[in-house]
């Protein structure tokens, strides 16, 4: 059994060529073995100084604590040592055959230049067109006689009824103007065109003054009516309820047309200019999505989420869209030629980003990278590639970890 065992080992560290190391001791900043292991060897066998490209020390794979001036087999697994080179050791350099490559499933891409996209999401809500809100008052006061909108919801037509109202001053001018038709009748109009006016300032429409000097008597209940086409979304009136000037009575909002507002994060807030399209889904419409616009940046942060708000508009002439639904809007916002590499090409080595670029006669090196947005396409960068390299884009984990090994993890 402990043969069978041994031969497993070996096979293990042939096929993964030395990266078992990131389960190894971790080496010293110079490259040596620790001190309490470096003790433990014999003199002779101490890693030595030697010039770039030269063998520095020889190790095993399994065992990165064993460092070895000559060639031989591990005091502790049996398995042959493998040598690093000083050059190695500088630069976390590696080489890996077309064999070793195929085993841990090393695969390359090229670093690339072209017209990026940011895709940028956001959870919106389904609000009222403030533009298109109307507010139903009265310039004098009066009681509510009886109501036709009578609920919340309700739909209404440009010039329907509303309610009709009694008021002493509407009806004195009421006769007034009848007073002013009879003058004009006898050949006297002086009073009658201001008598007029005051019933149009009183919202009296044309029709209703017309019909009233046909009739040629006042109205004790006169119908106001919906100065908009819409949905009452507030009511304020019951039959007989009290009236006083300037209180809201009605408020009607056009649906044809809603707002979204949406929150989006603080570093993508500069990206998004007026103008700019969206596409916006709903969870109550699967498999649709409606265009919209952004028609507004709201100059404030919410200073709980660290959020700023976007308004878009969008058509709703079937009146699906309801105040107070969800949305799912995504701004694609074009960030013009940029630099880009894969997003499995880099490693995230704590404040570090870093790939491997394949050096040619199988040689892999590790290289620090800035990394700007993040795309659909992968990562922009900002500086430590340039568009034709070709890098690591799998295996790069395996990869980073002999590199590692190599190079004393210090070195990135």
């Known amino acids: 059994m402990k043969i069978a ?15 078992a190391a990131l389960f190894a001791v971790r080496l010293g900043a110079d490259g040596s073995a620790p001190a309490a292991v470096s003790a433990a060897l014999p003199e002779g066998s101490r890693p030595a100084a030697h010039s770039d490209g030269d063998v520095a020390y ?34 976390g350099t590696i080489h890996l ?39 139903v008052t009265l310039k004098f006061r009066g009681w509510v006689g009886e109501v036709f909108a009578d609920s919340i919801g309700a739909r209404v037509e440009r010039g329907a009824p509303l309610f009709t109202v009694y008021a002493p001053e509407l009806l004195s001018a009421q006769e ?36 009233l000097a046909r009739s040629g008597k006042a109205s004790t209940y006169v119908p106001i009516h919906a100065p908009v086409g ?18 809201l009575l009605y408020r009607i909002a056009d649906l044809s047309r809603v707002w979204i507002e949406a929150e989006i994060y603080e570093a993508d807030l500069p990206l998004v ?13 699967p498999g649709e999505s409606l265009d919209a ?33 969800y949305a799912d809007v995504r701004l694609s916002v074009p960030l013009g030629e940029q630099v880009l590499v894969t997003e499995d090409a880099v490693i995230r080595a704590g404040e570090s980003d870093v790939v491997f670029i394949d050096l040619g006669e199988g040689r892999l090196g590790p290289r620090k990278i800035e990394l700007g947005r993040r795309t659909a396409a992968g990562y922009v960068v900002r500086s430590g590639l340039e568009p034709g390299e070709t890098v690591v884009t799998s295996g790069n984990f395996l990869v980073a970890a002999e590199s590692k090994l190599k190079s004393g993890l210090e070195k990135w």
């Not at 507004?296 to 869209?321: C, H, K, M």
């Open 176 to 211: 007034e103007f009848l007073e002013s038709v009879r003058r004009v009748s006898r050949g006297s109009d002086r009073l009658l065109d201001s008598a007029r006016r005051r019933l149009r300032l009183w919202d009296m429409s044309e029709a209703q003054i017309s019909a």
């Open 97 to 135: 055959d077309d064999k070793q490559r195929q085993l841990i499933g090393v695969t390359t891409g090229v670093v690339v230049r072209k017209p990026a996209l940011l895709s940028i999401r956001a959870v919106g809500r389904v609000t009222y067109d403030e533009a298109g809100l109307t507010d």
């Open 293 to 325: 616009t952004v028609d507004y940046v709201y100059p404030y942060l919410d200073e709980a989420t660290r959020t700023g708000r976007l308004r878009l508009i969008v058509a709703n002439q079937d009146g699906r869209l309801r105040p107070g639904m």
């Open 5 to 19: 065992h041994r031969k497993l080992i070996v096979a293990a560290a042939v096929v993964l060529g030395g990266v």
């Open 58 to 91: 020889y190790t095993c794979s399994m065992h990165p604590s064993v460092h070895s001036t000559t060639p031989g087999t591990c005091p502790i697994c049996s398995m042959d040592l493998i040598p690093v080179t000083r050059g190695e050791i500088d630069t």
């Open 273 to 285: 200019t007026l103008g700019e399209k969206a596409s916006v889904t709903f969870p109550y419409f």
């Open 230 to 247: 819409g949905v009452v979304v507030e009511k304020n009136v019951v039959d007989g309820s009290a009236i006083e000037p300037g209180a």
